[in-house]
């Protein structure tokens, strides 16, 4: 049972407690009019939103790994719940039931991921492509709001589509929303930057209901939140068909894909910032368990919210408690606050957003990943050399161009390619003895075991490497993607060694091989042979060593424990081939 207790409430520090207040007054503040307005993008009416932020609250607060996450209905879940049941609404389903059935197939989904444990999927989403899926999806969060901050209809379509139909109506833009929603940014920003302490988000937003109730601004053309209904939901299983709700459990694999994704990047974000580690397994028990409670509770798909969880970090949230208050004071909202959130201005909520997510647009970290390479840059492989780059940009313009599962999709297959590219052509480094390593001999006893220095000679020229001799050094495993390519480049290098009469290769950079590659070794030796040379392996190479024994036959290079000792018993007997 202590598993099921929440690491955000271990250790809890009572200095926690305002903290942790504060912030949940501020998501509240956020979450109430955002979960109205993505309840609208689902296709349902903006009640169910916060019917869906309750359960998920306190249950993500219970069963996930973040202290910061808040797990709520999103825009990018919202509109791909709103795909997947016109589908199925075609033929006259009630929308509403369908909804909450999508969120309770989702919640299956990804409980039954997360008990198999299938967390570690999130290894094939690199870290890259995650920072590169945020700042596309922060982008898209974006410009989706500037509409409602300038008073203007939302386009649609992807990132580009929204961005040109918003300069086509800049003529069309509202004086009195521009004044509020750009005021409301602005106050928000110098607050964050001069009093990073106060609770900006609630205070604007309050202020900004104040006026236009004593105003009367929606009278003057403000767009407001309007009426919502007051009450609790019905609680008890979607009434949807077995038809309907297997075809649902197999929408709503990318409906989790793309709620997993978002969720742990935003939890991954906080949590590096904070100095705490993320849980995947946990993170999809986390979801589901929140999806299905939601869907019980006649709410909508939910998933950890990368604006609302800014809020939360940038409020100074340290545990799930501001989760918890945030969901205490939604079923206060639902039960006697309605009316007080229908004055709120969309242009403000929209404020809200943006302030929220315009830290998470990290441009400077694209310029970190073009700056560093991670692997051997030739004219025909720089792109995988810069591996990293180009999967955070491809699952940005993914999103951009595609949306948000496309975006993702793209940059994990594009990182999965560039790894394939990268492993294919390993780095070969031909290796030279530093000055007073063991070469003749090895150590003062002569039994040549002793492992001496060596280093790559193109990165130090000054070491000159062993007349005769190349030793060489293989940074990848053996496999079947590089065995040709690394037989090719020792033939290269050894071709440049004059009097040529042994090859060694130090495997200590060598941690595995398959029958492949062991092949390419055994036709390797061949190929020094008749060229008066021998091959050799050195290191303690474990795996390799028994491959080598079970595959080659007798046939593969010999394997010796130190370069040194292969050196030392190259100099009692001639090459096999002389």
């Known amino acids: 049972m202590a598993r099921l207790i929440a690491p955000s409430f271990s250790d809890y520090s009572p200095s926690w407690i305002r903290p942790d207040i504060l912030a949940g007054l501020t998501v509240w503040a956020v979450l109430v009019p955002e979960s109205l307005a993505y309840a609208t993008i689902a296709g349902v009416p903006p009640v169910v939103g916060l019917y869906a932020a309750v359960p998920a609250l306190v249950l993500y607060s219970v069963f996930g790994s973040s202290r910061h996450l808040v797990v709520a209905p999103m825009s990018a879940t919202a509109a791909l719940s709103a795909g997947v049941v016109a589908s199925f609404a075609a033929g006259g389903a009630d929308v509403v039931t369908l909804t909450a059935g999508l969120a309770v197939a989702t919640g299956i989904v990804a409980l039954i991921a997360g008990l198999l444990r299938l967390g570690f999927l999130a290894a094939f989403i690199s870290e890259p492509v995650l920072r590169g899926f945020i700042i596309g999806l922060a982008l898209t969060i974006i410009i989706g709001q500037l509409p409602s901050l300038v008073g203007v209809e939302k386009g649609s379509g992807n990132f580009f589509e929204k961005a040109w139909d918003l300069l086509l109506h800049l003529g069309d833009v509202d004086a009195l929303t521009i004044a509020v929603g750009v ?48 009450g609790l939901p019905t609680i008890g299983f979607p009434d949807v068909t077995a038809p309907e709700f297997r075809d649902l459990i197999a929408a709503a694999v990318g409906v989790m894909l793309v709620g997993f994704a978002e969720g742990l990047g935003a939890a991954k974000t906080y949590a590096a910032k904070s100095g705490y580690d993320i849980d995947p397994n946990r993170e999809l028990l986390g979801l589901g368990i929140s999806n299905l409670g939601s869907g019980l509770a006649s709410g909508m798909v939910v998933n950890g919210s990368l604006s609302k969880t800014a809020v939360n970090g940038s409020a100074g949230a340290k545990s799930q408690l501001s989760a918890v208050t945030a969901a205490v004071l939604t079923l206060l909202t639902l039960l006697f606050m309605t009316r007080l959130f229908s004055d709120l201005p969309e242009a403000t909520l929209a404020a809200i957003v943006i302030a ?223």
């Not at 020094?528 to 392996?537: E, I, K, P, S």
Request: glycine share 8%.
């Open 183 to 230: 005021s409301s940014l602005v106050v928000l920003l110098v607050l964050r930057r001069l009093m990073p302490l106060l609770p900006g988000s609630l205070v604007v937003a309050l202020v900004c209901i104040a006026l236009t109730a004593l105003l009367n601004l929606d009278d003057h053309g403000l767009d407001i939140v309007g009426h919502i209904d007051a």
């Open 356 to 578: 929220a997510v315009i830290e998470l647009v990290d441009i400077s970290a694209l310029r970190r990943l073009w700056r560093v390479r991670t692997g051997q840059v030739t004219k025909v492989y720089q792109l995988s050399a810069r591996a990293d780059f180009v999967g955070a940009l491809a699952a940005l313009i993914g999103v951009l161009l595609f949306d948000t599962l496309p975006g993702l999709v793209i940059g994990i297959c594009v990182s999965v390619v560039l790894l394939i590219a990268r492993t294919s052509r390993p780095h070969i480094a031909p290796l030279a003895p530093v000055d007073g390593s063991p070469v003749d001999g090895g150590p003062v006893d002569g039994s040549g075991t002793h492992p001496g220095l060596w280093v790559d000679q193109v990165r130090n020229p000054d070491y000159a490497g062993v007349p005769g001799v190349l030793v060489v050094r293989v940074e990848a495993s053996l496999l079947f993607a590089n065995a040709d390519y690394v037989r090719e480049r020792v033939r290269e290098l050894a071709a440049d060694v004059p009097d040529l009469r042994l090859v060694v290769l130090d495997g200590r950079a060598t941690p595995s091989i398959d029958v492949t590659a062991t092949a390419m070794l055994t036709q390797l030796r061949g190929d020094l042979q008749r060229d008066g040379a021998d091959l050799a392996l050195a290191g303690d190479v474990g795996q390799v060593r028994d491959v080598l024994e079970k595959a080659a036959e007798g046939d593969g290079p010999r394997v010796y424990p130190t370069v040194e000792a292969a050196l030392a018993a190259a100099t009692e007997e001639p090459p096999s081939g002389a």
